[in-house]
Each structure stands twice: as structure tokens, then as C-alpha cells.
């Protein structure tokens, strides 16, 4: 969907919500066109490990729909992180919270909205 509307890649990303094995649920936010690794994402928030959640536990835990999760306006705040791939752009985009529909903001204003560290958390495909 990046490249047919002509957005790097690189600089899209998507918001994945993930439960540890602590119970806790976690928000990564990483480029589209890489994994999640669920090594990696544990250690970045202090868990021994970290599983995605079912799809029908999205919408009643955060409000929004597979496909349109957004990390900023969920029903609660969640302990989110960001790919530090992050910082190489002026500005990111994600989901609005529509399918369909996408913000672009700037890292440092993105952090005025949503309390989110960075990590390296991808493998490329």
C-alpha cells in the first residue's frame, strides 16, 4: 500500500499490540516492510517474552480495528516503542485509527501525544 501510493516503505510504519508474558500489554511501532522480533521487543520492555494478541482482543482493548490500530488514542495508555528507525526521518507515518487513513508527524511531536522510548526492534524481510 506504500509503494501504490508512493510512500517510502521505510518511513510508514505499522502499530502492533503485543501481551507478555508478565500479563502486561505492550505497542511496537515498526516500518511496514519489517518483522516484529519478539526477542528484541521483549528485552525493550523489560519482559521475559512477548506474543501478539488475538485479533479480536484489539478492538475492546484499544478501541480500534485490525488494520487501522494507531498508537496515538488508545482507550488506555500502554507502554509503547518505536523502531529507532524512527529518527532517520523528518517525519513518520502510521495509521489514523481508519483503515485507509494515515497521520504523518514528526518523531519529536509524536512524543508530545504518546510516551514511547525507541528500540531496535525489527528483521527485515
Known amino acids: 500500500a506504500a509503494k501504490a501510493m508512493g510512500q517510502n516503505p521505510e518511513q510508514v510504519f505499522k502499530t502492533l499490540v503485543t501481551v507478555g508474558k508478565s500479563g502486561e ?8 516492510n519489517a518483522e516484529l522480533d519478539l526477542k528484541k521487543a521483549a528485552n525493550a520492555v523489560g519482559d521475559k517474552a512477548v506474543s501478539m494478541i488475538k ?6 482493548l484499544t478501541g480500534y480495528i485490525h488494520g487501522g490500530c494507531s498508537p ?3 482507550k488506555k495508555p500502554f507502554q509503547t516503542v518505536i523502531d529507532e528507525s524512527c529518527m532517520l526521518f523528518d517525519t513518520i507515518i502510521f495509521s489514523a485509527g481508519k483503515i485507509g487513513y ?3 508527524v514528526a518523531p519529536d511531536d509524536l512524543k508530545r501525544l504518546v510516551n514511547y522510548s525507541t528500540a531496535d526492534l525489527t528483521e527485515y524481510l
Open 25 to 32: 500489554h505492550y505497542v511496537f511501532v515498526i516500518p511496514v
Open 55 to 60: 485479533s479480536k482482543e484489539l478492538l475492546p
Open 102 to 104: 494515515q497521520v504523518e
Open 72 to 74: 496515538i488514542g488508545m
